[in-house]
């Protein structure tokens, strides 16, 4: 079996995605969280149309900022 790492997440966003993945082919957050991030790691890349506008980056500054992470 290959090595892990541990990432941590919020507690509120493993939550959203158990709910998230509920009757669909994941059995758990984790299978999900890999399968997403293969996903995106298979691009090769983060292409300049995959970057933030500059609205993206303040609306997601502003939800970090409620959530009380900034």
Do not use: H
Not at 20 to 36: A, D, H, K, L, P
Not at 38 to 65: C, F, P, Q, Y
Request: proline share 1%; glycine share 6%.
């Amino acid at each position: 079996m290959k090595e892990k790492v541990t990432i941590k997440i919020p507690r509120e966003l493993y939550e959203t995605l158990q709910k998230m993945i509920e009757g669909t082919g994941f059995s758990s957050v984790t299978e999900f969280i890999v399968f997403t991030m293969r996903t995106l790691a298979s691009t090769g890349s983060i292409n300049e149309k995959d970057k933030l506008t500059e609205d993206e980056v303040r609306i997601i500054k502003e939800r970090l900022k409620r959530l009380g992470y900034l």
